[in-house]
């Protein structure tokens, strides 16, 4: 299966796609942990981003284009993958299509988390994820990790993530709402979206998209 994952920053994308992607057996391609392990390798690349993440802006279509389709080309998105945080405006929703077009190949859904603004907002302000992988993903309330501090995954140190301070959120969900909703609309005309309501517990979320995609218990 090849899927999107959209909705705001925090609305648990990333917490989702671990799950759906072990469910599905398909890589979980996510831009934002490319670009946070280019920053912590300390690549031109991770220097590059950086400026743009830490302002909370999109990193240019440019960068972020060939990145993604570099991460698609490997080995084991061959059968399928799960796009988080990619495409996250017009102009990469369509450089999608195109490189899907020339392997003959299309997306099978875009599954949009809904989440209310006040909770998303409760989200950022307690992630807290893992330095040495920033898939491994907590939060200071919702989801504590058994030692505080300290990754259960991988014993890694927990912190919070430079752009999930107050400001930078603010310019986050301004670009949200204006660059990336219009990719909903986009995909909307494709048949491709399915609205996932993404209050609740973590499993039940996971729920609801497996039975959105035929894959339900
Ligand atoms: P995104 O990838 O969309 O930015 P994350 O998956 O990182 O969002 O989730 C943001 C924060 O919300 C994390 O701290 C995560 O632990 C927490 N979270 C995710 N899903 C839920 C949920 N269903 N209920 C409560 N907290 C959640
Ligand atoms: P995320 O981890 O998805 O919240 O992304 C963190 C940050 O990485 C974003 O605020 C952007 O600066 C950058 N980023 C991630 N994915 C993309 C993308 N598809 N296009 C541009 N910038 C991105």
Do not use: W
């Amino acid at each position: 299966m090849r899927i999107v994952l959209v909705g705001p920053p925090g609305a648990g994308k990333g917490t989702q796609a671990a799950y759906l992607a072990r469910n599905l057996e398909i890589p979980h391609i996510s831009t934002g942990d490319l670009f946070r392990a280019n920053i912590s390798q300390g690549t031109p690349l991770g220097v590059e981003a950086k400026s743009y993440m830490d302002a909370g802006n999109l990193v240019p279509d440019s960068v972020t284009i060939r990145m993604a389709e570099d991460r698609m080309e490997q080995a084991d998105a061959a059968g399928g993958f799960l796009l988080d945080g990619f495409p996250r405006n017009l102009g990469q929703a369509e450089a999608l299509d195109t490189y899907l077009k020339g392997k003959g190949i299309s997306l099978d859904a875009v599954l949009d988390l809904e989440v209310p603004e006040d909770e998303v907002v409760k989200r950022i302000a307690g992630r807290r994820i893992c330095r040495k992988n920033s898939a491994h993903v907590f939060h200071a309330e919702y989801s504590k990790p058994k030692t505080e501090g300290v990754c259960d995954v991988c014993g890694g140190e927990l912190y919070q993530r430079d752009d999930d301070h107050e400001d930078t959120v603010r310019k986050r969900l301004e670009v949200y709402h204006s660059e990336t909703e219009p990719i909903i609309d986009y995909y909307k005309a494709q048949e491709l979206v399915v609205t996932i309501p993404a209050l609740g517990k973590v499993e039940e979320v996971t729920q609801r998209a497996m039975s959105a995609l035929g894959r339900g218990e």
